[in-house]
């Protein structure tokens, strides 16, 4: 009997060393269950971080292919606007080919009878075209000075410069630009540069380089070289572009306070 209940005491005593190993054992595995987990959120954060940053980089892929497609059809469809004044390229390909290639700006205006003059676009009537020859962004012609217009210009050319006939057109868009500015242009070979500044006075003659020179108040020289004689006027007249378009800005920000 007592070797029977010796036994049963053994027994118990062993199951409770066994019952006492496994929570050791469970209490041990605990930390290792513990830094397991740690390791995958620290790998979950990684892959959330990689995630955002892949956003991030389609977003900005997404920001420069849309613009760089508003670079592409903005010339696509022939726009474009050069030191504030807008343009437009127009192909006239009735005579052609090759068609002719022109980049066309317009003035405000207001129409009385057969004569147009410059208005502001507020109380214009129409718009005056203008076609150059040359595009503004590429036209290779200093500029030096600055441009001041009067109500009177002379207008005179040491040369015919016929120059297959585009002598005609630049002195005509020339002085169709004046006169819409309200400047009566003439031709007077006797007259010189005013000093004082009452008129204008423009001279076409030949140069070692086509650009434009202003040598008083009022006064150019357009210098031409091998028949560049578009390209000297419309120089000019790009500059008139830009500064009839700066004051017509004042005067608008003006009237609206």
């Given amino acids: 009997m007592a070797r029977k209940r010796k036994k049963e005491f053994i027994k118990k005593e062993t199951e409770e ?6 929570v050791v054992d469970k209490q041990k595995a605990e930390p290792l269950a513990t830094s397991s987990r740690l390791g995958q959120s620290k790998e979950e ?3 959330s971080q990689k995630k955002i ?3 991030i980089l389609i977003m900005i892929g997404i920001v420069m292919v849309g613009f760089f497609l508003f670079v592409i059809i903005s010339n696509y469809s022939g726009k474009f606007e050069y030191r504030g004044v807008d343009f437009e390229i127009v192909k006239f390909c009735d005579a052609g080919p090759p ?3 022109t980049y066309r700006t317009s003035l405000p205006v207001r129409v009385y009878g057969e004569k147009a003059v410059i208005s502001d676009p507020l109380n ?18 200093n500029f030096t000075g ?3 217009w009067r109500n009177n210009m002379v207008f005179n050319s040491e040369e015919d410069f016929v120059c297959d006939g585009k002598g005609v057109i630049a002195g005509a868009n020339f002085i169709k630009l004046y006169s819409v500015l309200g400047t009566k242009v003439i031709k007077d070979e006797n007259a010189s540069c005013d000093s004082l500044g009452r008129y204008m006075f423009v001279l076409v003659k030949p140069g070692n380089e086509t650009r434009v020179e202003q040598f008083g108040p009022g006064c150019y020289n357009i210098y031409i ?3 560049e004689v578009l390209e000297g006027t419309e120089k000019f007249m790009i500059e008139t572009f830009v500064r009839v378009n700066e004051i017509l800005k004042e005067q608008n920000n003006q009237s609206s306070y």
């Fill in 17 to 22: 060393v066994k019952e006492r190993k496994k």
């Fill in 146 to 148: 600055s441009l001041i």
């Fill in 225 to 227: 070289k091998d028949c």
């Fill in 45 to 47: 954060q990684e892959k």
């Fill in 99 to 101: 068609c002719l290639v």
């Fill in 124 to 141: 214009k009537t129409n718009d005056y075209n203008f076609y150059l020859r040359n595009d503004p962004r590429k036209l290779d012609v």
């Fill in 53 to 55: 940053l892949r956003n």
